[in-house]
């Protein structure tokens, strides 16, 4: 069993930057992958980015790349979304998830077999 709690969120103007942080504990597997996921008000929740825990490889959604980074920290069990060049469109509810079997990696949301409670991200115009 995984545990995944999410913190960093807050209210930020446009243009800002804010990081997220995702402390896993529990069962943890070396074959496992991280991933971010985001729903916005009266919105479906949709695939940010992942990464395979031993950070080999990372996968970003179009919408993000260039201005998201996803990375970890094997010593504090800890993944990271450092966001930067925020724009109004990214104000959503922020969820870390974890794919026990995650060799490759994949933005399906059914796929993922745990999650956080999620942090809000509020970007200000």
């Known amino acids: 069993q995984v545990q995944l709690v999410e913190s960093g969120g807050g209210l930020v103007q446009a243009g800002g930057s804010l990081r997220l942080s995702c402390a896993a504990s529990?069962?943890?597997?070396?074959?496992?992958?991280m991933g971010w996921f985001r729903q916005a008000p009266g919105k479906e929740r949709v695939f940010v980015a992942a990464i395979t825990w031993n950070g080999v490889s990372t996968y970003y959604a179009d919408s993000v790349k260039g201005r998201f980074t996803i990375s970890r920290d094997t010593a504090k069990t800890t993944v990271y979304l450092q966001m930067n060049s925020l724009k109004p469109g990214d104000t959503a509810v922020y969820y870390c998830?974890?794919?026990?079997?995650?060799?490759?990696?994949?933005?399906?949301?059914?796929?993922?077999?745990?999650w956080g409670q999620g942090t809000q991200v509020t970007v200000s115009s």
């Open positions: 529990g069962r943890t597997f070396g074959s496992m992958s």
């Open positions: 998830a974890a794919r026990a079997l995650g060799s490759y990696l994949i933005a399906t949301a059914r796929e993922y077999d745990y």
